[in-house]
């Protein structure tokens, strides 16, 4: 049994990290998704920033997954490479979509098109003239009835100059950043902690649900919890969880007229 | 001890038949395992408890073979069958299982003989086709592991490794370090991380 050990033990110290051949080929876009990409602006200018677009139009019925906590699935991540002095900031995500399928498998989903917005800082140093290439690498996963991975290899091509003007995609971005969930105002959200429960409640709301971040602290049963056709939540929390101490993610609030909000949640037990 | 280990699988597979289709059960770590026999693509049956009576140690793996994640690790990497490898000399039995509902990917008994074939899968794929054992151990993706201790007691729940994607491995082999401290005669260090994967297609 011991000598048994020995080289289980070896494995586990090793790693079993691995990854694929660099020249392992690029698989084809799949039809599932259709990736795209945009710019703020035509040009990059020196010192300045622009908002970069990433497009996912999906095929009905297909979903991709939210950056928050899920039971399956993972989201899209873009990797840029960027050269010296350029700075991607964090990719600026709408409210996804609460989808509970059977067995009590939770997710927060998009269906039809996903528009994320990045901003990118153009460092001061950048020569103007030359047209500056960056390489980037889009993966998802699409999930009907079944899952399907993607990925997408291509660059963006953006040249430096002294002046800029804006794109044909500026509306969409605008209306992507537009799109993104708030923090909530201050006052316009009650919060109740009791021995295990947390009530969150806004007066003029006819319908809330709770959309955990992935560090959210832990909650019981968001199935059950996470949604309700009225102005009031409790959602029961759930077993401490090392490095999971705050109440975070998106709550969506249906008003009346069929219009709905969101607003971003981050609050400490008890505040 | 045999008595005692048979009386309580008669006990859990009461829970498995009260909480199959309804109720969400969640097999935490410390909790009874529920017992249950199911059959293996090649119609042998298999059961739990029979197995834990040996003094076997048992990992379950959710089973899907077209999704990305157990083509992760069953094709490209072969995490699975490695790490059975390294264990099956150690008492202890890995069973793949297999929720997705009839119409659904990768359900169907030719689809799954196929998958051991092509697999080189060393150890049976059970059907669970109305997704009951499924339920009472609250699996929710492929893979998702749970390991089950000669007592009975649930000793690990959750993923494979510790990298969420459909290509790259992780660091850190969960259930191979799970096994290693059972194996030394300790208590589970990581008892229970988030599983992931495609979800298991249970029926609607």
Redesign the interface.
């Known amino acids: 049994?011991r000598l048994?050990?020995l080289?289980?033990?070896a494995?586990?110290l090793i790693?079993?990290?691995?990854?694929?051949p660099e020249d392992q080929a690029t698989p084809a876009p799949l039809p599932q998704v259709t990736f795209s990409h945009a710019t703020s602006h035509q040009e990059a200018v020196p010192g300045q920033t622009l908002q970069l677009l990433w497009r996912f139009d999906m095929a009905p019925q297909w979903h991709l997954y939210g950056p928050g906590r899920n039971?399956?699935?993972?989201p899209p991540s873009v990797r840029l490479d960027l050269p010296d002095g350029w700075v991607a900031g964090p990719l600026q995500w709408p409210a996804p979509e609460r989808y509970v399928?059977?067995?009590?498998?939770l997710?927060h989903v998009y269906h039809g098109q996903l528009l994320l917005v990045q901003e990118l800082q153009v460092p001061v140093s950048a020569a103007v003239g030359p047209q500056v290439v960056i390489p980037l690498q889009v993966?998802w996963?699409a999930?009907k009835?079944?899952?399907?991975?993607g990925q997408a290899k291509t660059s963006l091509k953006l040249t430096v100059a002294e002046q800029t003007t804006p794109s044909a995609e500026i509306a969409t971005i605008e209306k992507a950043l537009a799109a993104v969930p708030v923090p909530a105002p201050e006052g316009a959200l009650t919060m109740t902690w009791s021995d295990g429960w947390v009530e969150l409640e806004v007066a003029d709301a006819t319908g809330l649900a709770f959309y955990p971040d992935q560090d959210c602290l832990a909650l019981a049963d968001l199935?059950r919890d996470g949604e309700i056709d009225s102005g009031r939540l409790k959602l029961e929390l759930g077993k401490a969880v090392a490095g999971q101490t705050r109440l975070k993610g998106i709550l969506k609030q249906q008003l009346s007229g069929g219009v709905a909000r969101h607003w971003t949640i981050n609050i400490q037990p008890g505040g | 001890m045999k008595k005692k280990l048979i009386t309580r699988a008669i006990l859990t597979v009461l829970a498995v038949g009260m909480l199959a289709g309804s109720a969400w059960a969640k097999a935490a770590p410390g909790d009874e395992a529920a017992d249950f026999t199911l059959t293996d693509t090649a119609g042998q049956a298999h059961t739990l408890s029979n197995y834990l009576a040996e003094g076997k140690t048992v990992v379950l793996e959710w089973f899907n073979p077209d999704c990305p994640f157990i083509v992760k690790h069953h094709q490209t990497h072969k995490t699975m069958n490695e790490s059975f490898a390294r264990v099956k000399d150690n008492d202890v039995v890995w069973l793949a299982i297999n929720s997705n509902a009839e119409g659904k990917q990768g359900h169907g008994l030719e689809r799954n003989r196929k998958a051991v074939k092509d697999y080189a899968i060393p150890f049976p794929v059970l059907m669970d086709p109305e997704g009951k054992v499924g339920t009472a151990y609250g699996a929710k993706t492929t893979p998702h592991m749970f390991i089950i201790t000669p007592d009975g007691k649930v000793a690990y729940n959750g993923a494979i490794d510790d990298n969420r994607s459909a290509a790259t491995l992780g660091e850190t082999n969960h259930v191979l370090a799970a096994l290693h401290d059972l194996m030394q005669g300790q208590a589970v260090k990581v008892a229970e991380t988030a599983p992931y994967g495609c979800s298991v297609k249970y029926a609607q």
């Open positions: 049994m048994l050990l080289p289980l033990l494995w586990l790693g079993c990290g691995e990854t694929p039971d399956s699935g993972f399928m059977a067995g009590g498998i997710d993966d996963l999930c009835d079944a899952c399907v991975p199935v």
